[in-house]
């Protein structure tokens, strides 16, 4: 019996000095060939008084699901709990073993496997098969997490990203980044500025005076929200999204003035199969091998054929102009050059022109994209990272669901049982 229970120990990881296996077997469970290992737990002394003196008055019998390397032959421990009675203080208690939690018939190693399979991007109902346990025991492990993002109201970071998105019920939600470390200070169940100023006002006025700039997008909203609660914070309009802008402003005229030709004819072609080369930094232009255009039908640098496309309108080659010049300025972080531009005079397109004219009116915010090093291009891969959560998961209907599996996959949650702190 000693070297069978040694064995079997050794093959299933235990360590638990009180629990003594004494036989195995097999047999048909659930429709599937199940391993049972048979052991009697001992209670070696009186959790009450700790004495040694015990009265047996029998077992309680439980079938305790445990780790398998093989999805398809689960395993069971059929645990003969022994329940006894103090000679001294007269208590009754039943044998425990950290191998389990008290009055639970999942073993705490498979909730750790459980656990451990909710940070990989994998749906509960597949991490279910694999552990032999339900779904609902997937989502009860996930329930058990302490995931506040922030305990205490104590600091903030000199560097905060604001953005949104979208979650429940195709609802948006707020979200501030650290813009120094790239971790997620809080997720709010929607964007509203009374949610938004009350999460923030638990941070004293003179935590909040610390916070030295706020990059976002071009949100009129988020700014008028970063100016009220961070009144020495520079607010900072992501780069990524004024190239957007002034991207999208030009391919729309591109697209306009293209139509005014009969397709089929060589502007028309010129405007629309070679539309990347006029997005592309004019520096990176190839301007002096000539390649051959199948849909030109003809020898061209990349140079001569931009150059081309641009000669066919005024409006469109001037806002090539402000496009190519602000872009070129804000990798150079020349603020006083951003500025020129947006106040120029030259015809553009309209909506090039309404463009610069949202630039203008945030012209603070805008010019310190120049300034400052900041951006939101580390929200962005994080909102991407909660959008490829909710697509495995098929969505979510609970917001508290949400946050737990996306601290989750940060690995900043906190188990709340004890006992498998133990068992780690």
Not at 22 to 49: F, M, R
Not at 130 to 148: G, Y
Not at 195 to 212: A, C, D, G, L
Not at 308 to 314: E, M, Q, S, V
Request: with cysteine; net charge positive; hydrophobic share 35%.
């Amino acid at each position: 019996m000693t070297s069978l229970n040694h064995c079997i120990k050794f093959q299933l990881n235990i360590t638990d000095p009180n629990l003594l296996f004494s036989n195995y077997y097999e047999k048909l469970c659930h429709h599937k060939q199940t391993k049972v290992y048979v052991a009697e737990l001992v209670q070696p002394a009186c959790p009450v008084c700790h004495s040694s003196t015990l009265k047996h008055n029998g077992h309680y019998v439980a079938k305790v699901r445990y780790l398998t390397s093989n999805a398809s032959q689960p395993v069971l421990l059929e645990l003969h709990k022994q329940r006894v009675i103090c000679c001294s203080c007269g208590k009754r208690s039943m044998a425990q073993t950290d191998l389990v939690g008290k009055s639970c018939r999942i073993s705490n190693a498979s909730k750790l496997k459980v656990l451990t399979a909710l940070t990989t991007d994998r749906s509960m109902t597949s991490i279910a098969q694999e552990n032999n346990v339900s779904t609902n025991t997937v989502q009860r492990v996930l329930d058990s997490l302490d995931t506040p993002f922030r305990a205490q109201a104590t600091t903030l970071p000199e560097h905060l990203a604001f953005d949104e998105v979208r979650g429940v019920g195709h609802k948006l939600h707020f979200i501030c980044l650290d813009g120094d470390n790239h971790r997620i200070i809080t997720i709010l169940s929607d964007r509203f500025k009374k949610s938004i100023v009350k999460y923030f006002e638990q941070f004293p006025i003179t935590i909040r005076k610390k916070v030295k700039t706020v990059s976002l997008d071009l949100n009129a909203y988020y700014q008028a929200i970063a100016g009220q609660l961070f009144p020495k914070a520079a607010v900072v309009i992501d780069r990524f999204h004024l190239v957007q802008m002034l991207n999208r402003s030009f391919n729309q005229l591109r697209v306009q003035v293209m139509k005014n030709f009969n397709p089929g004819t060589y502007p028309y072609r010129l405007l629309k199969y070679c539309w990347k080369l006029y997005l592309k930094p004019y520096s990176k232009l190839e301007k002096k091998q000539p390649y051959y255009n199948q849909h030109l039908k003809d020898y061209l640098t990349q140079e001569h054929i931009v150059l081309d496309g641009l000669d066919l309108n005024p409006a469109l080659k001037h806002s090539y102009q402000v496009l190519q010049n602000f872009t070129a300025a804000l990798r150079k972080q020349n603020a006083h050059a951003m500025k020129k531009i947006i106040n120029t005079t030259q015809t553009v397109g309209e909506k090039m022109r309404g463009t610069l004219t949202t630039f203008k009116h945030n012209q603070t915010s805008v010019l310190n994209a120049g300034k400052y090093q900041c951006s939101n291009g580390c929200l962005e891969g994080i909102n991407r990272k909660i959008k490829q959560i909710e697509r495995t998961a098929y969505g979510y209907g609970n917001f508290d669901h949400l946050i737990a599996r996306i601290k989750l996959e940060e690995k900043d949650a906190v188990y709340k049982e004890k006992s498998l702190s133990c068992a780690a």
